[in-house]
């Protein structure tokens, strides 16, 4: 961190990253390479991108509140779940070196990409099979991931959601925001009290996130599912690439 200019830097990226993220894309393609533009090393800058996305969770709920109504049962039953898998996530992470998935992840989520793409044949396919044990296997495994490292997660989760839960876009974002708040918020305490966190970069990048996450939402609520499914669908696939390339941030 290098002053007022990285504070306004990691603020603005906020701001997008949590629109990109809570409108069904990929926060992580925004703000984690703001934080190493920041100065940030990519392990210090990997914990403060979890813990800084906590701001996002109750933004999203505020806006979500139509798609939210109704669904406190489905959420009580699968937020535990996602909230048990991030606290696996953050405590590998502080276990094992950095970027042991590094190889693995852009093909994950390259492939949550595709399945965007192609959701509408692919519910078909589920609601002719028993596939039932798919979204408990699954959760648990992204939601490790997504408190490990992250990147990517929202639009795996979402494409998930979209297959084995609820085939409209905007409701499947609203419980794809709520499962990945509540994984990231586990993860974010277990940092805060075991390991070194930048609050200088945290800080800034929060209130970003937060003002992104209210309107994010709405884009969603507005704009066609025809529309957004590939727009987030290509936005993971340059994730995918990047992560590709350049593994270790």
Known sequence: MNGVGDVLLLAAAGVLAGLVGTAGGITSLISYPALLAAGLPALAANVANIVAAVACWPGAALASRPELAGQGPWLRRWVPVAGLGGAAGSALLMSTPPGVFARIVPFLVAAGSLALLVQPRLAALRRHSDGGVLLP?????????????????????????????????????????????????????????????????????????????????????????????????????????TLWVQPDG
């Open 137 to 241: 296997v699954a959760l648990v495994a992204l939601s490790v991931y997504s408190g490990y490292f992250g990147a990517g997660s929202g639009v795996m989760v979402l494409a998930l959601l979209l297959i084995t839960s609820e085939p409209h876009l905007p409701t499947a974002n609203a419980l794809k925001n709520m499962l990945l708040g509540a994984g990231v918020l586990v993860s974010a305490a277990a940092f805060a009290v075991f390991t070194p966190v930048a609050w200088s970069a945290v800080v800034p990048l929060s209130v970003g996130l937060f003002a992104g996450s209210t309107l994010g939402p709405l884009v969603t609520r507005r704009v066609p599912a025809r529309v957004l499914r590939p727009l987030v669908a290509l936005v993971g696939l340059v994730l995918a690439v």
